[in-house]
């Protein structure tokens, strides 16, 4: 039988989660929110990766369905998020 590393198979998985909140804690803190949003879309961004690279195994809890199906969820939600965190610079009229 195989033994599993749990320290390895968590990491991933509490990258995604410090991540996210770092993010929102940037926000909740009094900085721009737009700075918070690109934190945590990278942070997605980043553990989209780290699924693409792990195994099954070493994944840990990034490892909801399947593999395809996790990093492109993770890719685009967090595109998602530094868009429109970005979006929220750019200066549409004069007020």
Request: glycine share 16%; hydrophobic share 55%; net charge positive.
């Amino acid at each position: 039988m195989k033994k599993r590393d749990n320290g390895t198979a968590w990491g991933s998985y509490l990258l995604v989660v410090v991540g996210a909140a770092a993010g929102l804690g940037v926000v909740g803190f009094g900085g721009a929110p737009w700075v918070g949003g690109v934190i945590m879309g990278a942070t997605l961004l980043v553990g989209s990766a780290v699924r693409l690279v792990l195994s099954e195994e070493r994944a840990g809890a990034l490892a909801v369905r399947t593999k395809k199906t996790d990093v492109v969820v993770l890719a685009v939600i967090g595109l998602a998020l530094v868009g429109g965190s970005l979006s929220l610079l750019l200066k549409l009229h004069n007020t």
